[in-house]
């Protein structure tokens, strides 16, 4: 992540994660202007236990390629939006992975951050049980609020 904007957005993702009591690490590193700091990062939160990981991805978006070359844990990619295109150079660069380092490429933006959250929560949910109950909890909470809308010609 590079800008304050970038931050804002992957606000969404980390919001998400502690209301499904998800324990997780921030941290803002570059593929480009960190290499040694992301790769030693990747590495001691994997033997620590982690077992996703979720990049901003903005402009050219190599930080996720670059955590998923150097991890076998699954890696979600959230583009950014950029001033060049709206987020679809950013979009193209993730979704574009070479085929044998893959990225799960999410929407750009805040709907890519709060997704990537929730996957990431599915994903963890398959070997916890209560996660898998929060998980549940919250997609419930999620219909009610659109039932609740009811009709909005009224």
Known sequence: MGSRSDWETME????????????????VLSAHRTPAALEEFVADVEERGCQVFV?????????????ASKTLRPVLGVPMATSLAGGLDSLLSTVQMPAGIPVGTLAVGRAGAVNAALLAAAILARTDEELAARLARYREEQSQAVLEVGDPSR
């Open 12 to 27: 969404h993702a980390v919001e998400t994660l502690r209301r499904l009591e998800i324990p997780h690490e921030v941290r």
């Open 55 to 67: 990049a901003a991805a903005g402009g050219a978006a190599h930080l996720a390629g670059v955590v």
